[in-house]
Each structure stands twice: as C-alpha cells, then as structure tokens.
C-alpha cells in the first residue's frame, strides 16, 4: 500500500544475502535449516537467496552428502568458500610495512611483512614499496585461487572521514597524502591488479579494534575502548559493533587527553596529555633506555628488564599505567563502554601496565555498576593488519551484490 | 524473491508514515507534492499515507482551499494538527518541580513550574507533588483539545538504560528509585490519565540535549557534546542525531573526568574531578558566595556580580572556564564533535566561562582541521523540561501506528 519505492526490493535482497553470509560466517558450516532458523526467514526464502550465493560463488557446500545426494539437498553443508574473493590488508607502521591476504572464511593464505624506517620518511618510496608487497601477496593469492576483492591500509596517523587521504601522521611526518593514486591509481605497474580496486584507508587504532570485535567476539563484546600505541597513542572507540568515527574522522585521539594540565609541552599544541606519560619515547626515557636507535630492539629490552624485576623500568610502566587509568576513568565516564582493550604494543606491557592502570580506574569511576572491563589483546600488534584484511573482505560480505555485478561488469 | 519477510510490509508502511509526518513537522504545512518531493516517493505512495494520517488525526489540511474543494485536494496544504496527541515533559529538578504539554506541532500548551526543595528528599512526597502537577496539566491540555500520549521526566542523576529507575541522582540523595509505580502505575489515584501511559525517565542532560537538537536545528548540529549544570555538571554526546547512552546509561559524566588527578577528594571516590572546579558549589565558594541557602538567589548574585565586574567573581568564572576547557578538550580529542554547546546554568554564566574555555580548547586541541564550534544553547534551563515533552510526543510521530492502535484498542 505504500506504493513503489524505488530500490527497496533490491534493497532488501542485498541486506538478506548479507545475513545469510554473516549467519553461516558465525556459526560455520551449517545447514539451510539452520540458516533459516538463525534469521527468522522461511526455508523457501533461504533456498532462494542461498543458490544465488552459490551461482556467484560466495557460498559452498560440504557433505555429508549421501550417495545422489545433488547440490542444494537439505542434507548438505553451507560453508564460506576458500576460493573466490580475497581481502587484502596492508600496514604503514613507522618501522615496518606489512601485507596480508585474508579469504571469505577469514583464514590468512598470503602474507609478507618488512622492516621499514617509515620515520620523517618521503610518502613515494614506502607507497613504491608497499605497492611491490601488496602486488607480491595478490600474486600467491592467485595462486590459491583467490581474487582481490578491497585493499584497506591501515597508517599511524589522522585520515579525514570517507577519504584515502593521511590528515597528518606525526611520526611518518606525512601531512595531506593521498593513497589512492601511488596505490590504485592508474598506470601504477604494468598489468597490475590493484588498479581501481576499492581502497579504504583507516587509522591503526580503529583498524584494531575491528580486529578485536571480528576476531575475539566471543570475549570482547561490542561496546568497547580499544586503547593501541606504536610511537603515539592512540585510541577507537566502539559503539554497538560501530566505529565511533568523529565528523572529522579524528576521533580517538586518546593520547592527547590532558593528563596534568600543567605538564610537559605535547607536539600537539598542548600540555601534560597522555603520550608525554604514556607514549613509547617518555616510558623508554623513564626506564633509562633510548629509543632513537633499533625501535623494536629498545621495546624488546624494555620487557626483558621488566620481566626481571628491574625497579626502574618497572616504575616507568606502573608511571605509564597511572598516567593511562587517569586519561581513561575519564573516557568510561563519558562513554560507559562495557570494556576497555588494551592492543598493540600495550598489550606486552600489559601485566606491569595494569595494576596501576586498574587501580586508577576503579578509584575515580566509583560506583561498582559502572565497573568497566579490561581486556588484554590476544592480537597485540597483529590487529592492525588483520583488521584491514578483514574490512576489506568484508566489503563483500555486506554487499555480495555489488561483488557479482563488479564480476559480471 | 526474498519470500516472505513477516512484518516488513508494516514496517515500511510504518516508516513511511512517520517520514511524511516529519516531513511535514521539518517544513511547515505543505502540499503532497512537496512531501513527495522531500522523500523520493510517488504522489500516489504519498496521498495513501496522508489520507490514513487524516483519518488518524495525526495531519490536517489548512486553506487555501478553493470553493467546492473537498479534503484531499492538491491545493490543499498539509500541517500537522494542535489537537489530537500531546507530550508531557516533566522535571525533577533540585529546587523545582515542573511540567509541560507539547502539541504535535511542538508547542508549548500547558505548564506549570514550582519551587521545590529536592536536596535529600524522601522520593514519595516528592512525586506525589509531580503526580498532582501531572494531572494539572493533562486536565489543561484536554482542555485544549489535547490528549495525553506519553510522559516524559528528566532527573538529575544516571538512568538506567532502557528502563525508568534513577540508579542514583547524588544531589536529590536518590538511589536505585523507580519512578514507574508512583508516576504511571495503577491505582496512584482515582480515574488517573497517566496510567498505563507510555513513560520515559532520562538524564537532565540527555534531555537538554535532544532539546537542542530538535528546537535549534537551524544553528546546532547534528554531532555535539551538550554540557549542562544543575548542581552538578553532566554532559550528553550527540552523534549523528543520536544520543550516545552507554552501555549502562550511564554516559556522559562530564563532572567526573579528572582535571588535577591529585586535587580534592569528590565525592565520586576520585580525585580532581571537573565539578570541583566548575561545580556550582565550588564556583560560589570561589565567589566568596555561600550555596548552602537560597540557590536560585546565590546563582542571581553571581550573575550580578559578574556583570558588575567583580574581581573574584570573574576569576571564579574564569577558573571554572579553564576547569571546563580542560576537561572537553580531552573529550573533543575522543569524540572530535562538530560542536560543543553550554547548556543548563553554564549558558546564563557563558560570557565569562567562554574567554578560558576557549582559549583552552584552541590549545589543547591545535589542529586547525579539528576546530570545534563552541555555541551556547539559548533554551538554558527550559532544555530538559522541553526535551522531555518533545520526546514523549516524538514517540507518536516515530509510530504513528501504534498510536492509532492504542487509540482504537
Ligand atoms: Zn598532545
Ligand atoms: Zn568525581
């Protein structure tokens, strides 16, 4: 009775393919019933939206598959496929480049990862190089049948809201960059493959956190503060299984909470925030060690040091842990999320972190109903890189129409 | 060839009704083509749900109507009615009671506002009084042609989500009430309109914020950080027209996010929170000005002096505003905000809060890119009370349909 509403059927359909895709992703291989069941639609819905998903290759069938049994039979297994489209995920870290590719199940087949001083670096050279790994691990993806489907690039820094240009990325030193055209662009490389594939760009830390909640969901629920840092520090927050984005895109920015208002001058124009406590450089200066040479020979001497007990080094992290229990009883205060995850390299320091920095949070968000979580990466410095392998295999997922016409296209 | 979705028909006849009703409410009377116009749907689509809004009395027509038109004619304009559903807004505050009605056009039609000392109050006498300004108000608004269609009451204190318990309001002494059974429950008095009356209860600021969001729309944006103060001071995030609630309900404790980790103790458990800084306590006591009698007249006094020109009183304010600039630019580096509005008490005092405040957000959160809009909300202390109103009679407009069953059954 409402009348034609454009797009709405088709609307509907592409929404219904998603969930059959995201219920079988869930639960694993499972039956049509099961599917059904799961989404609250008819068997004959089911059927239908399934032999599509089958016809494009989004969806396979296992057994047991008795003796006759055809494809489609009731008896037989849905499961993702191992072939079809790929995700792949890339990472501009400030000592590294990394690539991976990621399949429809979420299974890594390809991966790559070098040491790379990304610091006060030229954008051209590392976007050269990381488009060499990116076009090296589509290649062995190929090789296992796989197709790219989306490249994300996760980088240390600010990128403006629903754009693949790098705001600012202090520690690279880059300022309003563009990835699109040096890793999508046209005429990048001969015959290459990345030209016109979906881009995103996100920051490192929101890269993470969908790392956590895609691939830990069953300890980390969907409200959340994933707190990560490489050299800086950096925050995503999660609302309902959505990134909190900010209208800028620039939420997050954790790092720059005023700690001690009257505090040490900050990069960042201020005085006394978190990453003059907390961030990599003053905790290695605390701990008595330098962090102008080998970055991650410093991190590794820094742990080694604290987990023999050394007095000094352990009062530099419980100085860090207090300084980041501060910035984050206020940030529970404002977002009453369920939990707050410690990621990247903090979540190796976790154990000498974490005394201070819970003791912090239980003594100023006082009532015991809004007692907050703290939850300890099992991803560490992977999440980055898997999350925007799986952002970008998940640009499928959530709409298999647009992937079956880009392939009839 | 989805098969067939139980209740996606409605759903989308029920969306579709609430859109036209917006459309209207956003534009003013208008005609069918132009609610066509603004929602992408056929003029035939449009005429089936305006006539089924007329019937409900949710729409009516105004002139011009040419003679011998009948109701349904193009010329016609469309309004929404000033009869029919109303909102009740009611108010708990520290030293007041109030309560008001809003026609679907979202004006005021009834209300009433008394002096009220909450501070430690036995919750039953306190509501028995609201009960009676209630039902003051709805016999009012029937009297205009108004029928009650929900109640709405902001409180000063943390909600619990999803349901109408104040889990504590610090300043009322209020732990763990619910305001269901004395407010809408049966037998609170003889042939009473407000039982079994769709009731909300909800934060002082989260209301204030939606009030904002709904009644200054031409000047607020849709993401904003709304701060307010009563005695204490709260805070709502707006993102992307939404409320941000918390997993709890609990977001939004703007006046517990520490500024000085090591100042005083509050009474939160922490140490240096905001509202031992700019709370209306410490603000007065920093005046010179007691709080402890006549809080209305203590506000009044340091307005005046402010005005005047007096030296403590502007260096009260100007701590406070430096307290408060600290404390939101950690929180625009979380959210990165369109805007931040002063709303409540903080709106009458923003002239002299704004210089520090300001000044602090500008270095504390330098990037230009990142600017954020500081505005000061010109509903003041009306906010919550109208925010509530408004939002008892928003649930008739997101539902029509379920208004006109209620009406039926
Ligand atoms: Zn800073
Ligand atoms: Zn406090």
């Given amino acids: 009775m409402t009348g034609h509403v454009p797009g709405t059927q088709r609307e509907i359909r592409r929404r219904n393919l998603s969930r059959v895709l995201y219920a079988v992703a869930g639960q694993g291989p499972c039956s049509r019933a099961a599917v059904a069941a799961r989404l609250g639609l008819t068997r004959t819905a089911v059927s239908t939206l399934v032999e599509e998903l089958l016809r494009a290759g989004l969806l396979t069938e296992q057994g047991p598959t008795p003796p006759g049994g055809g494809p489609g039979r009731p008896g037989t297994a849905l499961a993702l496929p191992d072939r079809g489209p790929c995700g792949l995920g890339a990472e501009i870290g400030v000592d590294h480049l990394a690539v991976c590719a990621v399949d429809p199940r979420g299974r890594v087949r390809a991966s790559t990862r070098i040491v790379s001083d990304g610091r006060d670096s030229a954008p051209e050279p590392v976007l050269a190089r990381l488009r060499e790994l990116v076009d090296d691990v589509a290649v062995r993806a190929r090789e296992e049948g796989l197709v790219p489907a989306g490249l994300a690039v996760a980088v240390p820094g600010l990128v403006a809201r629903g754009t693949t240009t790098v705001v600012r990325a202090p520690n690279l030193g880059w300022h309003g960059i563009d990835l699109a055209p040096a890793l999508t662009g046209a005429g990048t490389a001969p015959g290459n493959e990345r030209e016109g594939l979906p881009l995103a760009v996100d920051n490192e830390a929101n890269l993470g956190a969908v790392a956590e909640l895609w691939l830990d969901h069953t300890r980390v629920p969907r409200d959340f503060v994933h707190v990560s840092a490489e050299i ?17 895109g620039f939420a997050g920015e954790l790092g720059h909470v005023p700690v001690h208002p009257q505090g040490p001058r900050c990069a960042c124009g201020g005085r006394g925030c978190l990453e003059q406590y907390a961030g990599e450089s003053a905790v290695l200066r605390a701990a008595g060690l330098t962090a102008d040479g080998d970055r991650a020979a410093a991190l590794t001497a820094l ?32 977002l009453d999320p369920r939990a707050v995850v410690l990621g990247g390299a903090l979540a190796r320091f976790a154990p000498w972190l974490r005394p201070a920095l819970e003791r912090e949070l239980a003594e100023r968000t006082a009532a015991p109903e809004a007692a907050v979580e703290l939850l300890v990466s099992q991803l560490g410095g992977e999440g980055p890189l898997l999350g925007a ?21």
Same sequence: chains 1, 2.
């Fill in 232 to 248: 800086g520090i950096g925050a995503a927050v999660v609302l309902d299984g959505e990134l909190l984005r900010g209208t800028r």
């Fill in 303 to 334: 742990a080694e040091r604290a987990a023999r007990g050394e007095v000094r080094v352990r009062s530099a992290l419980e100085d860090a842990g207090t300084a980041l229990g501060i910035a984050l009883a206020g940030t529970v205060s404002l």
């Fill in 389 to 409: 392998a799986h952002a970008a295999v998940r640009v499928v997922l959530d709409d298999p129409l647009s992937y079956v016409a880009s392939r009839v296209g």
